[in-house]
């Protein structure tokens, strides 16, 4: 990490820690805050196990914090939780791992069912802390929502079977990075928020604190498949980008 960088971490912790004293949460929040932030770099720049860690023990001090009058029962579940995330990380493992939903490509033809009946089902996934990834395996996008507490999202829409008419996808989390790759037959529709972070859609970039972009296709509205995206973060990078 850049000694720019350290610098600047430095200076926005301590922002951050003048913030929370003075509206009277400084001790409750600025030590779990500090090791999430630090977590998120560790996790960016290529330390994934150590920023793994970090991220738990930010959860162990905000969760003592939030039940200090009653931590004794919930201490022991959690102190369990942290044995084995402790090992699977020394293990070389990750603490969650989301597997891809597989799909039988080769499905008997089957009547198709009538207007009244037809309805299109959201694809929902979650994580507290991991990864989703849909990279390799074919996939239906069916309004996929996807929704996370700590980990990346990475997805391939040239794995998608996308079905005529608009889609939605819609990626929300907490700290993690987001990354959509989209073929250039599909056109998009792309929004996205976050309190601190970097955002890239179709070329467009803006970053730092509270950026709000919106990118859309040229063809979009005239296009008989289209993708709605809509991404957001607390703290995180977006980057979504045609293959």
Known sequence: MAKKQILGLIIALLGVSMFLRIIGIGDFLFWPLFFL???????????????SVLYIFAAFLFLRNLFSATFN????????????????????????????????????????????????QPDLRSFFIGELRMM????????????????????????????????????????????????????????????IGDMNL??????????????????YGDSPRRIKISISLFIGDVDVKYL
């Open 37 to 51: 932030i630090t977590g998120y770099i560790f996790n960016k720049y290529s330390r994934g196990w150590l920023g």
């Open 136 to 195: 390799k395996d074919p996939f239906e996008l069916n309004d996929l929502n996807v929704s996370g507490f700590i980990g990346d999202v990475k997805i391939d829409l040239s794995k998608a079977m996308i079905p005529e008419g608009e889609s939605t996808m819609t990626i929300s989390g907490v700290i993690g990075n987001v990354d959509v790759y989209v073929p250039p037959d599909i056109e998009v529709s792309v929004s996205s928020s976050a309190f």
């Open 202 to 219: 179709l070329g467009s970039k803006k970053s730092g604190m509270g950026p709000n972009l919106y990118k859309v296709s040229s063809e």
């Open 73 to 120: 029962l919930f201490g022991y579940a959690f102190a369990a939780f942290l044995i084995y995330a402790g090992y699977r990380l020394l293990k070389g493992k990750r603490v969650y791992e989301h597997k891809e939903k597989k799909i039988n490509l080769e499905k008997e033809e089957q009547p198709k069912p009538s207007a009244q009946t037809e309805s299109r």
